[in-house]
Nanobody, 115 residues
Framework: QVQVVESGGGLVQPGGSLRLPCATS????????MGWYRQAPGKQRELVAD???????NYADSGKGRSTISNDNAKKMVYLQMNSLKPADTAVYYC?????????WGKGTLVTVSS
């Protein structure tokens, strides 16, 4: 059974930082492309960044400059480090595992940036 579980969300002040872990099980992590997405209220889900098992990264505009995606192949985990957070970063953050044509999504973790 495949599981993708995000954590680390919460309330953070503008300018603050958060690190979001994503734990996986039941997938062949060595061939997976892992991604972090976010969905703000009233908006479509968008890519923040993704990473291959070989640590090749890709950042969307929403993630460039203030976000860093990383992985731990041994633990089958992916992390999203976010810095200099802004209220516009408020969203539910989702982790996605892509293995071939199959996609697996977590249930998301809410990040609220507010003073």
């Amino acid at each position: 059974q495949v599981q993708v579980v995000e954590s680390g969300g919460g309330l953070v002040q503008p300018g603050g930082s958060l690190r979001l872990p994503c734990a996986t099980s039941g997938i062949i992590f060595s061939i997976a492309v892992m991604g972090w997405y976010r969905q703000a209220p009233g908006k479509q889900r968008e890519l923040v960044a993704d990473i291959t098992s070989g640590s090749r990264t890709n950042y969307a505009d929403s993630g460039k400059g203030r976000s860093t995606i990383s992985n731990d192949n041994a633990k089958k985990m992916v992390y999203l480090q976010m810095n200099s957070l802004k209220p516009a970063d408020t969203a539910v953050y989702y982790c996605r595992a892509s293995v071939g044509r199959a996609e697996y999504w977590g249930k998301g973790t809410l990040v609220t940036v507010s003073s």
